[in-house]
């Protein structure tokens, strides 16, 4: 790798950056908004650690910034300047000069209404018009317990056309309780934030994993598709079925096994990961993308994970240039396995000099397609000379 050139060292010129470690809200995002006083935002993204409560934050939000656009979501951990961390509230302040916004509040989504989403979609993209020279993306913040991201983003996909699509679920810590997405000074489950985003910069979608399909594959028998449930696989109690293939016993299963031996599905030449979240009653197995009777699945194999990373995030402008900064949605899972493994101070360091800012999903979102243990982000490349201030 190159010479260290991360945030720290050379600032992003599309975006500010901001951090706080308070164990307190209006402590917290009054050190926020004095790092980002002199910034010009056309929004904020809050990525906030499940140590501060969310009714909390909105309060504090109304006095330290009340003029300002924010937008965010609770998290599973955060992606800042220093790489991975756990208990930090994280600002991204994106500059107006470079970007413009609209958004909507999808609620309640549990269940999703496909119609009325294409249709809001549709509006939204017909009426914010794209400036001449820009280009425009989506990102997309779910609750990352609505079960309902599959449908949301194949909804989003028929109403963006070819408006590419991004984004990560919610977290809540390893707690899998409560999570919410951040709009108008306000936190909202069973919702869905989708954010328009207009630039002048050069961007490159990013989507990768680090496992491949071997040859021990599991047929879903039987399974409660609203809820993401699998009872049996090949025809066996779920669980158990499923140990006995990864040769762990029932009893040791745990996210730390889900994280490293993946089921995946096929979708055309590629394979996507579907993640199991947990144990459900004795014998069931819940997880955290759509699921289905008959769905075949195939046991995934993990491979060099510091090497998959490196190589996925080495991305590079039209002039061969590096990125101005990478925004993040990485899985919780990839993380715990990471951690597991002793490679987090590692992969930290990666992430830093790579200028990846964001945060741990329960799910991410990659071009119409609900995904687990996934790296997605964008990667935005610095402004061109001569571009206005």
Do not use: W
């Not at 309902?148 to 983003?153: F, N, P």
Request: glycine fraction near 8%.
């Amino acid at each position: 790798m190159t010479a260290v050139d991360d945030l720290d060292r050379k600032p992003a010129e599309a975006v500010r950056l901001a951090t706080s470690r308070a164990d307190d809200a209006f402590t917290a995002l009054a050190e926020i908004r004095r790092q980002l006083a002199t910034a010009r935002p056309s929004f904020i993204f809050l990525f906030v650690p499940n140590r501060l409560q969310p009714d909390d934050l909105a309060a504090a939000l109304r006095k330290s910034l009340p003029n300002t656009v924010v937008f965010g979501c609770t998290t599973a951990g955060q992606i800042t300047p220093r790489g991975y961390e756990n208990d930090t509230l994280l600002a991204v302040a994106f500059q107006r000069h470079h970007f413009r916004v609209a958004s909507i509040l999808f609620q309640p989504i549990s269940p999703v209404s496909i119609a009325d989403v294409v249709s809001q979609t549709e509006r939204l993209a017909t009426q914010f018009r794209v400036t001449p020279g820009r280009k425009r993306l989506a990102l997309i913040f779910a609750d990352g317990l609505s079960k309902q991201e599959d449908i949301l983003v194949a909804a989003l996909g028929a109403g963006l056309k070819d408006i590419p699509v991004f984004g990560g679920s919610a977290g809540d810590g390893l707690r899998f309780q409560r999570t919410q997405v951040l709009r108008n000074g306000e936190f909202h489950s069973n919702a869905a934030l989708l954010l328009l985003l207009e630039t002048d910069l050069e961007f490159s979608g990013l989507g990768f994993d680090h496992f491949q399909p071997t040859d021990k594959r599991m047929v879903v028998t039987r399974a409660v598709p609203e809820e993401r449930l699998v009872l049996e696989i090949n025809g066996s109690p779920a669980a158990e079925e499923y140990a006995r293939l990864v040769k762990v016993p029932v009893g040791e299963l745990s996210p730390m096994v889900f994280a490293e031996n993946p089921v995946l599905v096929r979708n055309g030449n590629l394979y996507h990961v579907r993640a199991i979240q947990q144990i459900q009653g004795e014998h069931g197995l819940t997880f955290l993308s759509a699921i289905d009777d008959g769905l075949l699945l195939r046991l995934g194999r993990g491979k060099e994970i510091i090497r998959t990373l490196e190589t996925g995030l080495a991305v590079s402008g039209h002039d061969g240039e590096a990125p101005d900064f990478i925004l993040g949605f990485d899985c919780y899972l990839r993380k715990l396995e990471i951690e597991r493994k002793g490679l987090d101070s590692e992969v930290s360091e990666q992430l830093r000099q790579r200028r990846v800012v964001g945060f741990n999903t329960y799910g991410e979102q990659h071009l119409g397609v609900h995904v687990n243990q996934t790296f997605v982000g964008v990667a935005f490349f610095r402004p061109k000379a001569g571009a206005p201030l």
